[in-house]
């Protein structure tokens, strides 16, 4: 069975960086495609950001040119580059496959402040 523990999350000031690691395990990483999600409080979750098994990318606009998805097949581990961080990326981030699995981590929660 699939499981992710994503962590690297943090309390931090507008415009700062932060970068956030999730490392699978119970699955063939280097032939699946992976992203990162998000949940604000009351909000639904949504897509941040994906990669493929070729390393092809894609973002929401929200983030695209501030944030970097890549990923190591060695190390098993998606990591989330997010630079020029804004209040409106508070949230708790989660990654899963994609297509999703129905298995999620506990999330790494990233709080930035004004």
């Known amino acids: 069975q699939v499981q992710f523990v994503e962590s690297g999350g943090g309390l931090v000031q507008a415009g700062g960086s932060l970068r956030l690691s999730c490392a699978a395990s119970g699955i063939t990483f280097s032939i699946n495609a992976f992203a990162w999600y998000r949940q604000a409080p009351g909000e639904q979750r949504e897509f941040v950001a994906g990669?493929?098994?070729?390393?092809?990318?894609n973002y929401d606009d929200s983030v695209k040119s501030r944030f970097t998805i890549s990923r190591d097949n060695g190390k098993n581990t998606v990591y989330l580059q997010m630079n020029s961080l804004k209040p409106e990326d508070t949230a708790v981030y989660y990654c899963?496959?994609?297509?999703?699995?129905?298995?999620w981590g506990q999330g790494t929660q990233v709080t930035v402040s004004s």
């Open positions: 899963n496959t994609l297509p999703l699995s129905s298995t």
């Open positions: 990669i493929g098994s070729s390393r092809n990318t």
